[in-house]
Nanobody, 124 residues
């Protein structure tokens, strides 16, 4: 079973950037697709982006296309989410997740292991 730990969240002004990291332990990440999800207060957890085990074919929610970039470094057992042009509506707890499948998907039921989340707050 993978253990996942996110970091990199924080408070940022509108238009700013953050880079989230997701470090895996307990197993190698290279056999697992990675997903990033977020959950705002009072809302359902939603898929933000995902990437397959080899790092190709990333997917993005329409709300973040052109602003967020997902990547991974299997040698470091780490996934990343670069977030640019952040807006107040991006405020949420961000979670990384790993699937036992190599292909990724944007629904949370696809994923088997989850991190504890990192808070991202976009406010002036």
């Amino acid at each position: 079973q993978l253990q996942l730990v996110e970091s990199g969240g924080g408070l940022v002004q509108p238009g700013g950037s953050l880079r989230l990291s997701c470090v895996a332990s307990g197993a190698t990440l290279d056999a697992h697709a990675i997903g990033w999800f977020r959950q705002a207060p009072g809302k359902e957890r939603e898929g933000v982006s995902c990437i397959n085990n080899s790092g190709s074919s990333p997917n993005y929610a329409d709300s973040v296309k052109g602003r967020f970039t997902i990547s991974r470094d299997n040698a470091k057992n780490t996934g990343y989410l670069q977030m640019n042009s952040l807006q107040p509506e991006d405020t949420a707890i961000y979670y990384c997740a790993a699937s036992d499948q190599v292909e990724c998907a944007m629904w949370k039921e696809w994923y088997d292991d989850w991190g504890q989340g990192t808070q991202v707050t976009v406010s002036s």
